[in-house]
C-alpha cells in the first residue's frame, strides 16, 4: 500500500492512498489443488500476484495481465477456459499429462477467416501485424463438445499470423476429446495468415476433419514446419497434414493412420 500526498501552490495537500500491483515478467497460474504441480506452492486465486507462491487461478487472468514478451507457466490441475491470446506470450504447461485446457461448454469467442467462422479452445492471432506466441506442454481437450451455433467449424488450437520460426508454435502437446458427429465439423489445428512457426511433438486425435491444416490466400501464406507430430484418425477424417492455397513448409517425420485421403 503506497500513500500519496500532493501539495499545490498554496501550500494546500491531499493524501490519498493506493494498493499498487507490480506484476513480473514470469506469471504463474494454479487450479485449485497442489496435487502434481511443479511450478507453484500455493493454490490460485486471480486477485493473487501471480507469483510462484501466490498464483493466479486461471490462465485468462494471467493473459489479461501479461506484456508482450512474458512467460506464463501453468501448473497442473484442468482449466476450463476458452483462451484467446493477441499478444506476444509463451505459455508453458507442466506436462500434457498435468495441464490440462479443457473446452467449456459455453464459449463466446470465435474468430472469422473469410467466409469460415471458427469456434475454438485455444486462439492466437493479432488485431493487427503479428506475434511470437509458444505454446508448450498441454493436454486440450474437446471434452465432447460440438461446435457453438452460429459458427461453421470447431477447431482445438487456431493461429493466424504468428511467427517465431522454431520458437513458436505449438510443441508437445496433446489434442484431443472432439465429438464423433456430426462428420468433417472439428479440426485439430488450423494456421493462416502470415504464420512462420513450427508444430512439433504433439499428438492429435479425434477430429473429424483434419488433424493439422495450413491454409494460405487473400490473409498470407504460412510458412511451416511441421514436424515429428502423430495423428490419429477414425477413419472418418480426411487429412492427416494439409497444406493449401500458397501456405508452404516441410513435412518431416510425422505419424499418420486412419484417414479417408493422405497427408
Known sequence: IYTITVTDANSCTATATTDLKIYGS?????????????????????????????????????????????????????FVEQLTIDKSVYLQGAGSNLSNIVAPSTRSGSVVQGTTTWDYIVAAYPSTGTIQVRIKDFSINANSQNKTAGTSSFVGVFMRDVIGDSIGGLFSCEIKGFPSTPEYECFGIKIYGNSDLTVDNNILSDYTRDGIGVNGGASGNPDVVVSNNTLNGSAIPLNAISLIDGAKGSIVKNTAKNHTRST
Open 26 to 78: 514470469k506469471l504463474y497460474v494454479n487450479d485449485n489443488s497442489q496435487t502434481n504441480d511443479v511450478y507453484t506452492t500455493a493454490v490460485g486465486n486471480d486477485a493473487n500476484a501471480g507469483t510462484p507462491s501466490s498464483p493466479f487461478a486461471t490462465i485468462t487472468k494471467a493473459l489479461t495481465i501479461a506484456q508482450a514478451g512474458d512467460t506464463i507457466y501453468v501448473d497442473a490441475g484442468d
